[in-house]
């Protein structure tokens, strides 16, 4: 079994930042991505940013701002979130592409919620 589990959302006024963090948890064999996606109210989910090795993708509205990292040793992947917008208030969930040791599945985590106000 395979757990993600995010932390670090929270409440930010504009222009301040915050740092997610995802810890992968269980049977891992290998993890061959991990990515942050979001989902505001009323909206669909949608891609934020992914690391697959040593490449990384972004959403255009987080370019510049958001950077995604990863230790491997920890199995964990973080966001880092500067410059924060209101329309940035969603939740966000972590997901990985992983090998249990028996197949491949992409795992989700529960979400944390960021909140952009003041």
């Known amino acids: 079994q395979v757990q993600l589990v995010e932390s670090g959302g929270g409440l930010v006024q504009p222009g301040g930042s915050l740092r997610l963090s995802c810890v992968a948890s269980?049977?891992?064999?290998?993890?061959?991505?991990m990515g942050w996606y979001r989902q505001a109210s009323g909206k669909q989910r949608e891609s934020v940013a992914t690391?697959?090795?040593?490449?990384?993708t972004y959403a255009d509205s987080v370019k510049g701002r958001f950077t995604i990292s990863r230790d491997n040793a920890r199995n964990t992947v973080y966001l880092q979130m500067n410059s924060l917008k209101p329309e940035d208030t969603a939740v966000y969930y972590c997901?990985?592409?992983?090998?249990?040791?028996?197949?491949?599945?992409?795992?989700w985590g529960q979400g944390t919620q960021v909140t952009v106000s003041q």
């Open positions: 997901s990985g592409g992983i090998h249990n040791g028996f197949q491949h599945m992409e795992y």
């Open positions: 690391i697959a090795g040593g490449d990384t």
């Open positions: 269980g049977s891992i064999l290998y993890t061959s991505y």
